[in-house]
């Protein structure tokens, strides 16, 4: 299965995140890890590789920190078995109604993770984002799963393998 993921997942392995985001993190990385047949979808550039390139020099010193970055890039970023990265010239455009959508609301800034989802099998976003869910809940095609939901189903089946 390919989905995305946005900005939870570097923010939650910062040192500074509380220990419950850092739990949640590391049991999805390491589920995912897993799986053989799961990769996340990524645009380049985006705010997620971004987060994910600054935290991982910025929290250098912490070291719990660095080797969960460094792991996520080298297994995850650097892997094509797990990442799938589309650049912004392959982005497809986005279907006119849910541009519309994505720019009422101030969610504008969320519009690479639907040309990221156009990418995936699913077309699965993994957001914290409530907001975003509730006002793009109905947008064909594309499902929203708030993470909580998602991790409760994701890591029962990590499990089962």
């Given at each position: 299965?390919?989905?995305?993921?946005?900005?939870?997942?570097?923010?939650?392995?910062?040192?500074?995140a509380?220990?419950?985001?850092?739990?949640?993190?590391?049991?999805?990385?390491?589920?995912?890890?897993?799986?053989?047949?799961d990769?996340?979808?990524?645009?380049?550039?985006?705010?997620?590789?971004?987060?994910?390139?600054?935290?991982?020099?910025?929290?250098?010193y912490?070291?719990?920190?660095?080797?969960?970055y460094?792991?996520?890039?080298?297994?995850?970023?650097?892997?094509?078995?797990?990442?799938?990265?589309?650049?912004?010239?392959?982005?497809?455009?986005?279907?006119?109604?849910l541009?519309?959508?994505?720019?009422k609301g101030?969610?504008?800034?969320?519009?690479?993770?639907?040309?990221?989802a156009?990418?995936?099998?699913?077309?699965?976003?993994?957001?914290?984002?409530?907001?975003?869910?509730?006002?793009l809940?109905?947008?064909?095609?594309?499902?929203?799963?708030?993470?909580?939901?998602f991790?409760?189903?994701?890591?029962?089946?990590?499990?089962?393998?």
């Open positions: 299965m390919d989905f995305v993921v946005n900005e939870w997942l570097p923010e939650y392995l910062r040192p500074t509380n220990p419950e985001e850092r739990e949640k993190a590391s049991a999805f990385l390491k589920a995912f890890i897993t799986k053989s047949n990769r996340i979808v990524v645009l380049e550039p985006s705010d997620f590789l971004r987060k994910i390139h600054r935290f991982r020099k910025e929290f250098d912490d070291i719990e920190s660095r080797g969960l460094k792991n996520l890039i080298k297994a995850i970023l650097e892997n094509s078995d797990k990442c799938l990265q589309i650049t912004e010239r392959e982005a497809l455009p986005l279907p006119m109604e541009q519309e959508k994505l720019s101030n969610f504008s800034s969320d519009t690479y993770l639907f040309q990221a156009l990418y995936s099998d699913s077309k699965i976003i993994v957001t914290t984002d409530e907001r975003l869910q509730n006002h809940a109905d947008t064909p095609g594309f499902q929203l799963f708030l993470l909580d939901d991790l409760t189903k994701y890591l029962v089946a990590a499990q089962e393998l």
